[in-house]
């Protein structure tokens, strides 16, 4: 399996210039084979790349830069050619490729060599060909039987430096069950951030006070001179308050995924546009802060990691739909609770709409049944055993028989 890695970087002042010039000068070979492009003097990746030994010769500072590097920076310009030809033939509006300047190109790529992990003086150094040895937070031990495939070193708006190490493993993931025993089906919001099927309501992590640092800080920036001595300093304390901001959220987002990954044999989501829905105009700055995207992202990869299945279902319909009869009703959003006109079912409204998104998560996968459901073995919360004894009163299926009907589909 493949792994990153990130390990916070402590170079000294000489090995700092030294990075610092190695990513300006790859900054400059990625605009001049832009420029190459341009003139369409540059047909492929790999013919470009050819160009390289030839071109040392007058650009002798290219000497001081490993050549994989050089390699990869070649490499990254036809890729980002390749993502933007991609959306165009998807439908959509795409511009050139522009050129990058200082502050928009940060990171260089080590791969296959040039790089080694060695210990010194009883600390761990990242040794990178043609820069030297560089201190670093060994926060974390690599695996013995994982092999490093390349490293990518970053500077982050910050100042700060870090290194991406690409592992590769022996061990795959483990085989997902065929037999599903614990199953989940999570409804993400504003209000509460995940609502689960076991009744589990997380809250939002309380992000108010890094925010408001971060507009303070920014409020300062935008009273000084642009371009000035004091702006620059000033925007490297936003960006540390920004840091802040988002290593917090992702500290969250990390350990909720996680949870859900390892503890359940299916998770079952909602497949949001979440881009679409930070373009809508209410609201789209609490929507763009909860970063659902970005836990969905986290949470597909942890539960192929995990051996969990994980799927993303169709999201229309599943607060208006009853969890008990499947009958839709139409609630506003300050209506928080579900009451099915249909069979008399009540329940949060949250906790209803992850039901119906385990429903069809089951009938997507269509493999197996969990023994006990979630509405058997937790009640919604907020509520009683009066909605399941409603269920059962008017002769309307089961929660269960629900369940086990939409596998058998």
Not at 176 to 205: Q, S
């Amino acid at each position: 399996m493949r792994y990153n890695y990130r390990y916070r970087l402590n170079p000294t002042d000489e090995l700092d210039d030294r990075l610092a010039w190695t990513v300006d000068t790859c900054r400059q070979v990625y605009n001049h084979f832009l420029h190459r492009l341009n003139r369409e003097d540059g047909t492929s990746a790999y013919s470009e790349q050819s160009v390289l030994p030839d071109l040392k010769n007058w650009w002798t500072e290219l000497k001081g830069v490993h050549s994989k590097v050089l390699q990869k920076v070649v490499q990254r310009l036809y890729d980002n050619l390749s993502t933007l030809k991609a959306r165009k033939d998807n439908g959509y509006r795409v511009g050139e490729l522009k050129w990058k300047g200082p502050q928009e190109y940060r990171s260089i790529k080590y791969s296959q060599t040039g790089f080694e992990l060695n210990n010194t003086s009883g600390r761990t150094v990242l040794s990178l060909s043609k820069i030297g040895d560089i201190p670093m937070v060994y926060h974390r031990d690599v695996p013995d039987d994982a092999t490093i495939k390349e490293v990518v070193v970053k500077q982050e708006p910050t100042g700060e430096w870090f290194a991406v190490l690409g592992i590769e493993t022996e061990d795959d993931a483990p085989p997902k069950p065929k037999t599903l025993e614990d199953c989940v089906g999570i409804d993400v919001g504003i209000l509460k951030y995940a609502h689960d099927t076991d009744g589990t309501a997380v809250e939002r992590p309380d992000l108010s006070d890094e925010r408001e640092r971060l507009e303070r800080e920014q409020r300062k920036l935008s009273r000084k001179e642009h371009g000035s001595e004091n702006s620059r300093k000033q925007q490297r304390v936003v960006a540390k308050r920004y840091a802040d901001l988002k290593r917090k959220r992702q500290d969250f987002l990390h350990k909720l995924s996680a949870y859900y990954a390892r503890e359940y044999d299916l998770v079952a989501v909602e497949d949001l546009d979440a881009k679409g829905l930070m373009e809508l105009p209410p609201n789209s700055r609490n929507r763009a802060g909860a970063a659902w995207g970005t836990f969905l992202r986290m949470l597909e990869y942890k539960c192929e990691r995990e051996g969990t299945h994980f799927v993303a279902v169709d999201p229309a319909g599943t607060t208006k739909e009853c969890a008990a009869c499947g009958v839709s009703a139409n609630k506003p959003l300050w209506v928080r609770e579900h009451s099915c006109p249909s069979c008399g079912f009540t329940a949060d409204r949250d906790w209803n709409a992850a039901y119906n998104i385990l429903v069809r998560g089951l009938k997507q996968v269509g493999t197996g049944c969990p023994e006990s459901t979630p509405a058997e073995t937790a009640l919604p919360t907020g509520t009683d055993s009066v909605p399941a004894k409603r269920v059962v009163e008017t002769g309307s299926p089961t929660l269960k028989e629900r369940t086990a009907s939409a596998v058998s589909e």
